[in-house]
């Protein structure tokens, strides 16, 4: 299954959006999903995860206090708040599950699987 991820759009630095990321048929109850992001001419990097079930949350630390991970009472959306956005954050971001051999706290692309299409970020100066 491929996790369709939502949400994105231009924004001025210091203003918000908040992704959604989902796959259909299916809940993340029983998974973790993280978000990743890619900028032109970078690789893919770590956002934030969460596990569904306990709500345990870890962030990329340039993000810390300003993005939010969350997912809503069914386990079917994970959501990514993000605020006081800046010009770095442009980046189209994906979200995926997490392996279920991958450790708790994982960063790498590689522990994730079942990536979308994502949504484009783009923050102006």
């Known amino acids: 299954v491929q996790l369709q991820a939502s949400g994105g759009g231009l924004v001025q630095a210091g203003g918000s959006l908040r992704l959604s990321c989902a796959a259909a048929?299916?809940?993340?109850?029983?998974?973790?999903v993280g978000w990743f992001r890619q900028a032109p001419g970078k690789e893919r990097e770590f956002v934030s995860a969460?596990?569904?079930?306990?709500?345990?949350?870890y962030y990329k630390h340039s993000v810390l206090g300003r993005f939010t991970i969350s997912t809503d009472n069914t386990k079917n959306t994970v959501f990514l708040q993000m605020n006081n956005l800046k010009p770095e954050d442009t980046a189209r971001y994906y979200c995926?599950?997490?392996?279920?051999?991958?450790?708790?706290?994982?960063?790498?692309?590689?522990?994730?699987?079942?990536w979308g299409q994502g949504t484009q970020v783009t923050v102006s100066s």
């Open positions: 995926g599950i997490k392996k279920r051999d991958a450790y708790w706290g994982t960063r790498l692309e590689f522990d994730f699987r079942s």
């Open positions: 969460i596990a569904a079930s306990s709500g345990g949350t």
């Open positions: 048929g299916r809940t993340f109850s029983n998974t973790a």
